[in-house]
């Protein structure tokens, strides 16, 4: 049920763009995506319904491929805020809950 | 912003005893949760509350616990006799309705077992 984040971590200059990648064994119903720093919650970032769409958050956006079960988000133009973990949480038809992928993290250096 | 409260933020408890942990949700928000985090690792599905009662629990979510919302404003999460293996960062999180936007988590209760 959990789904699987690739990379498991990255080391970005700032301005690198990343993608990170989050696939599922089940059909999905809705992708999140959030962040979390250190010592603090997860923060959602954006939620996309199946349906394929994309969809923008300052230069985050993030992708939603059905079909494939996938989903991958895009960072371009780093800056040093953008490290952290990056979790995507999934759910299904029916679930009133997510599950959440192993997590991605994120660091941004100079 | 509105946030989802939780208390306290670290609780130490000998192995045994029984820890209450407590949320306040977001007002208008119609679905709430329980993640734990232990630390370095994922976030765990515990349960979901809709409606004034459970709505999903994981297999985690085993006797020892329970939730309650004893006041339509508190969420709490009851551990009747923590183990060792019960210590992470317990996270209540809360969403207005399906689909239309993320969880508010809250700043999470460090919970240690000793």
């Known amino acids: 049920q959990q789904p699987v984040q690739s990379p498991q971590a990255v080391i970005l200059r700032e301005g690198e763009d990343a993608v990170i990648n989050c696939s599922s064994s089940?059909?999905?119903?809705?992708v999140h995506w959030y962040r979390q720093k250190h010592g603090e919650a997860p923060v959602f970032l954006m939620i996309?319904?199946?349906?394929?769409e994309q969809k923008g958050h300052e230069k985050i956006s993030a992708s939603f491929n059905e079909k494939k079960q996938q989903s991958s988000l895009y960072l371009t133009a780093s800056q040093l805020s953008y490290s952290g973990t990056y979790f995507c949480?999934?759910?299904?038809?029916?679930?009133?809950?997510?599950?959440f992928g192993t997590g991605t993290r994120l660091t941004v250096i100079p | 912003e509105p946030e989802v409260t939780q208390t306290p933020s670290h609780q130490v408890t000998q192995m045994g005893q029984e820890v209450i942990l407590r949320c306040v949700p977001i007002?208008?928000?119609?679905?709430f949760y329980w993640y734990r985090q232990i630390l370095g690792q994922k976030v765990e599905f515990l349960v979901s509350?809709?409606?004034?009662?459970?709505?999903?629990k994981s297999e985690i979510f085993d006797d020892q616990f329970s939730v309650e919302r004893p006041d339509g404003s508190n969420f709490t999460l009851k551990i009747r006799s923590t183990k060792l293996e019960d210590s992470a960062m317990y996270f209540c999180?809360?969403?207005?309705?399906?689909?239309?936007?993320?969880?508010?988590f809250g700043s999470g209760t460090r919970l240690t077992v000793v």
């Open positions: 007002s208008n928000h119609l679905y």
């Open positions: 089940k059909a999905l119903y809705s």
């Open positions: 996309l319904l199946k349906g394929g």
């Open positions: 509350f809709y409606n004034n009662e459970i709505s999903e």
């Open positions: 949480g999934t759910d299904w038809a029916g679930a009133n809950n997510l599950f």
């Open positions: 999180a809360s969403m207005r309705e399906q689909g239309a936007g993320g969880y508010t």
